[in-house]
């Protein structure tokens, strides 16, 4: 990816509040709804104001609701640092590999053994809320939880996007032509979420899904 722009920490940290909410619903359940899944530098610059801001006030919840229900932009590398989240640090838990068809090269993503804060962990029950919209990092982020049987995915089948799409310029006219570049291929499913979508646990429309 191209480098981040060099803007101040404060700022970056208030264009990441402005696509998360976060609450502690009746019954001590922490709501986080996101829609933007940030990556591995943004996390290492910002990570210690998010946690004030976000993880620390939910962290001590009886259950979570993850909300990706508009989450449509985000970051590879963001994908093991939400998974790691849920999980446990040892062993290492092989998430998800990603074939790039441009390099020939397929990427393994495990989990963390080290995180920023605490972990979520894995006993209290994680609800992930998904729409027809929830596209590309955050489909993968559902896709892996729900089989690491770690979550129950409710709402709607996602959109069945793809990790990473390129632009490519049609000969010598105006046109142009999205085209995936990746491929998401999971461990213990051997397939991938893309072009299918996510199927939830618990079907509802997405308005319901927080009712459900």
């Not at 990092?137 to 939880?145: G, K, N, T």
Request: aromatic residues 6%; charged residues 25%; hydrophobic residues 40%.
């Amino acid at each position: 990816p191209p480098p981040m722009p060099d803007i101040p920490v404060e700022q970056l940290a208030e264009m990441i509040k402005a696509t998360v909410k976060v609450e502690v619903l009746d019954g001590n359940i922490g709501y986080l709804k996101i829609q933007h899944i940030i990556g591995e530098e943004m996390a290492q610059k910002i990570g210690p104001i998010l946690l004030e801001y976000i993880w620390e006030k939910i962290l001590p919840t009886s259950g979570m609701i993850l909300d990706l229900r508009s989450a449509i932009t985000g970051e590879l590398s963001g994908i093991p640092y939400i998974v790691s989240y849920y999980t446990d640090p040892e062993p290492l838990i092989h998430i998800d590999s990603v074939y790039d068809r441009t390099s020939d090269v397929t990427i393994e993503l495990w989990s963390m053994p080290t995180l920023l804060g605490k972990r979520y962990g894995t006993s209290k029950p994680l609800i992930i809320l998904t729409s027809k919209n929830t596209l590309g990092i955050a489909e993968d982020v559902a896709y892996c939880l729900k089989n690491l049987k770690r979550a129950t995915v409710v709402g709607e089948n996602t959109a069945g996007g793809s990790l990473k799409i390129d632009k490519i310029k049609v000969g010598d006219t105006d046109f142009y032509v999205t085209v995936p570049v990746a491929k998401s291929i999971n461990p213990i499913t051997g397939k991938s979420w893309e072009v299918i979508g996510v199927a939830p646990d618990v079907e509802v429309a997405a308005e319901d899904a927080l009712d459900a």
